[in-house]
Structures are given as C-alpha cells and as structure tokens.
Antibody
Framework: QVQLVQSGAEVKKPGASVKVSCKASGYAFNGYYMHWVRQAPGQGLEWMGWINPNSDDTKYAQRFQGRVTMTRDTSISTVYMELSRLRSDDTAVYYC??????????WGQGTLVTVSS | SYVLTQPPSVSVAPGKTARITCGGNNIGSKSVHWYQQKPGQAPVLVIYYDSDRPSGIPERFSGSNSGNTATLTISRVEAGDEADYYCQVWDSVSDHPLFGGGTKLTVL
C-alpha cells in the first residue's frame, strides 16, 4: 500500500533552516510528482511547491521563491523540503502529498515545525 | 489570480444532509476535488473529478459542479463527519493546485 512517512517535529530559531523528509513506499517513486503543502495553526492549506522525482524539476509558489528548495534521493525513494531564513510565521505543519493527475491522493502524516526564539 | 471561496462554517443535525459549496469563476469548467481533514490528521481525499469517490469513502459523500459553484453533499450526516473540508482545483495558468479556504462542518 502507498505510504508517505515524514520526519519528526522540529524546533528552530528565527533565521535558521529546516529540512523535512518524506519517504515513499508502495508505488513507483519516479512515476509521481510530489507536492509540499503547509498548514499554519488554525489556518487552511497552502501549496508550497512540487518536485518531479524522475527529472528533479521543481516548481515553487512565488511567495517561497528563494527560501525553499525541494530535492529527492531516488535511491531511497525520499523527497526533501528545505526552508531557510525561518520566521515565526513559518510555524506550521508541513505535509508531502503525492500528485495523481493534478490532485493529491496520498498524504504524509505531517511534520510540525515550530519557529521560536 | 483564481480564487476559491468556501463558507467558513456549516452546521447540520445528525441524519440530515450537509451541503458545502466552493465558488469560483466558471468553476464548472474545471475539475474539483474535495478533502476531509479531522483535527490532528492529514487531509483525506473524499471526492475527485467533481463527483467520483475513492475506494473506502462512503456513498453518503457526493459531489457536483456547475456554473460558478461546486458542491460537496454529505447525506445522513454522522458525528464522525465533523471535520474541515477543502475544495481544490488546478490553476492551469500557474501550474499548481489551488485550495479553497476550508469549511468547518459541525454536527449539532
């Protein structure tokens, strides 16, 4: 069965960086784009970007351009999302989600990133 | 840019029918997907391509899409349906998914 397992919660200071991982299993890793979506406390879903694991192509939401980097390691079926220059309003749960024809059919369990001095 | 508008909240008594709307300019020309998110959990796809149900989703969940409004309908609502619901379309201009603001469904 398809599973997306994310890394554990992180606490970071403002200005630092965080790297969240998402390990995929149960399907052909290279065959599906992966999205990263975040959710601030009490707020809605916000798309951050996607990565094509097959080609390493990426697309980022304009508001994260220059601060976010998405990468993948095909040898271990894992995608990564790194967000730099963290601010307090980056405190959120970060999800990876598999793309299936422009919808998200499977989601990771989420990773809470807390930014606090 | 394209905007999806959902009511912040909808309330319904158990056993009744809940309707959650998602408004957008000519949304009927797009494919709409719906996600359910319970507190502390990741979103779950409940309706895709306007009205299709993934396996494991009860038949009580249905969807429609026409004109400027897409609708998620939950029949015979149960306490376990209480959750946030998000609609999503693909923004073909920007080439990325776009989510509505979410609707909190309360079962009275």
């Amino acid at each position: 069965q398809v599973q997306l397992v994310q890394s554990g919660a992180e606490v970071k200071k403002p200005g630092a960086s965080v790297k969240v991982s998402c390990k995929a299993s149960g399907y052909a890793f290279n065959g599906y784009y992966m999205h990263w979506v975040r959710q601030a406390p009490g707020q809605g879903l916000e798309w951050m970007g996607w990565i094509n694991p097959n080609s390493d192509d990426t697309k980022y939401a304009q508001r994260f351009q220059g601060r976010v980097t998405m990468t993948r390691d095909t040898s271990i079926s894992t995608v990564y999302m790194e967000l730099s220059r963290l601010r307090s309003d980056d405190t959120a749960v970060y999800y990876c989600a598999r793309d299936l024809n422009q919808l998200a059919d499977y989601w990771g369990q989420g990773t809470l990133v807390t930014v606090s001095s | 840019s394209y905007v999806l508008t959902q009511p912040p909240s909808v309330s319904v008594a158990p056993g009744k029918t809940a309707r959650i709307t998602c408004g957008g300019n000519n949304i009927g020309s797009k494919s709409v997907h719906w996600y359910q998110q319970k507190p502390g959990q990741a979103p779950v796809l409940v309706i895709y391509y306007d009205s299709d149900r993934p396996s494991g989703i009860p038949e009580r969940f249905s969807g429609s899409n026409s004109g400027n409004t897409a609708t998620l309908t939950i029949s015979r609502v149960e306490a376990g349906d209480e959750a946030d619901y998000y609609c999503q379309v693909w923004d073909s201009v920007s080439d990325h998914p776009l989510f509505g603001g979410g609707t909190k469904l309360t079962v009275l």
